[in-house]
């Protein structure tokens, strides 16, 4: 059974081996704890885990964005997309998508933003699956500092 609950600081051990995943680097506790625990003491951050029977598979994170244009509803960048390779395709990724956007709608978002590099197709397929229309619109993403 597939339980979706906000990130508790003791997933983060978990986190770093899952994100390792993703990008074949090993995430630095002490940092990724610090900012853990700055993002949970304000209300701009959604730090979700999917857990598949206890164990962590899942992550997404959400940030609230205020806006300062037409209605001036805020909106929502997503980040941080990950399941575990072992479990894919078993409805991890809707689970916590469900819940993110669920999330963003109680706290008023008007729109969600995420960026995705070209290569991850499988994602862009699930992203067209709850209804991005990739073909409207174009993201850039620069690094400031590698």
């Given amino acids: 059974m597939i339980t979706v609950a906000p990130l508790a ?13 993703l990008t074949d680097e090993l995430t630095d506790y002490a940092p990724m704890a610090a900012n853990f ?11 979700l885990g999917a857990k598949l029977e206890g164990e962590l598979v899942g992550f997404v994170m959400g940030i609230i964005c205020l806006d300062i244009v037409g209605c001036c509803r805020p909106f929502l960048v997503v980040e ?3 399941v575990a390779k072992a479990a894919r395709r078993q409805g991890v ?5 469900d819940e993110l956007e ?5 706290r008023g978002c008007y729109y969600v933003f995420l960026v995705s590099v070209d290569w991850r197709e499988d994602a862009h397929r699930f992203y ?3 209804g991005f229309a990739p073909d409207k619109y174009k993201g850039f993403k620069k690094y400031l500092d590698r």
Avoid: C, K, Q, T
Avoid at 10 to 20: E, G, K, Q, V, Y
Avoid at 93 to 97: F, G, P, S, V
């Fill in 93 to 97: 990724a809707r689970r916590l998508w």
């Fill in 102 to 106: 669920a999330e963003a709608r109680r």
């Fill in 37 to 47: 625990r700055a993002m949970s003491a304000g209300d701009s951050y959604i730090l």
């Fill in 9 to 21: 600081e003791s997933d983060l051990p978990a986190l770093i081996a899952l994100f390792a995943e």
């Fill in 128 to 130: 067209a699956s709850v």
């Fill in 80 to 82: 941080n997309v990950i």
